[in-house]
């Protein structure tokens, strides 16, 4: 057993965990939802980072994995503890947002309005370009990932938020 990728899998789990309670945390849930949330994203996050990184799998399809798996689990938790599945689903998704890609979206942007020098102009549009789809497609499939479980366990969501309804009254 490979103990360096066990380690890095893990850490990387626990650090998405942690960004997943300081942003549980906002929302104010149950506390049972913030601990589901840190453990949905220390999985999803893993997932990701193991698929990056140890298989031929990319950015995007590796994040629709992590998504769909994360939304898989919020329907199954959601039934355990009696709470909507989107309470510990999106503080979860929220580590895998692609926050460096749109950083170098927005400057290499402010670069090319502030520039000129006509030769690098192709390839700050290069720049623009491939950061502003990579984070559009990043966003998307994490929208498209845990919303498919959702979808496929239609019956599942109703009648949990059916009983949620009755027990309020």
Same mark, same amino acid.
């Given at each position: 057993?490979?103990?360096?990728?066990?380690?890095?899998?893990?850490?990387?789990? +626990?650090? &998405?965990?942690? $960004? @997943?309670? !300081?942003? %549980?945390?906002?929302?104010?849930?149950?506390?049972?939802?913030? *601990? +589901?949330? &840190?453990?949905? $994203? @220390?999985? !999803?996050? %893993?997932?990701?980072?193991?698929?990056?990184?140890?298989?031929? *799998?990319?950015?995007?399809?590796?994040?629709?994995?992590?998504?769909?798996?994360?939304?898989?689990?919020?329907?199954?938790?959601?039934?355990?503890?009696?709470?909507?599945?989107?309470?510990?689903?999106?503080?979860?998704?929220?580590?895998?947002?692609?926050?460096?890609?749109?950083?170098?979206?927005?400057?290499?942007?402010?670069?090319?309005?502030?520039?000129?020098?006509?030769?690098?102009?192709?390839?700050?549009?290069?720049?623009?370009?491939?950061?502003?789809?990579?984070?559009?497609?990043?966003?998307?499939?994490?929208?498209?990932?845990?919303?498919?479980?959702?979808?496929?366990?239609?019956?599942?969501?109703?009648?949990?938020?059916?009983?949620?309804?009755?027990?309020?009254?």
């Amino acid at each position: 057993m490979n103990w360096d990728l066990v380690l890095s899998v893990l850490l990387d789990g +626990i650090f &998405a965990a942690i $960004a @997943a309670i !300081g942003f %549980a945390v906002i929302s104010n849930p149950p506390r049972k939802a913030i *601990l +589901i949330s &840190a453990l949905l $994203a @220390a999985v !999803g996050h %893993a997932l990701r980072f193991y698929l990056l990184n140890h298989t031929a *799998l990319g950015l995007i399809p590796s994040t629709l994995c992590a998504s769909f798996t994360i939304g898989l689990f919020s329907i199954y938790f959601a039934r355990l503890i009696h709470c909507p599945a989107e309470v510990f689903s999106f503080p979860s998704l929220l580590p895998m947002i692609p926050g460096m890609y749109a950083y170098k979206t927005i400057l290499a942007l402010i670069r090319f309005m502030r520039t000129e020098d006509e030769e690098i102009l192709p390839n700050l549009i290069v720049e623009i370009f491939r950061n502003g789809l990579t984070t559009a497609f990043v966003l998307a499939v994490l929208a498209i990932g845990v919303s498919l479980p959702l979808f496929i366990f239609h019956k599942q969501a109703i009648s949990m938020t059916r009983f949620l309804r009755r027990r309020k009254e």
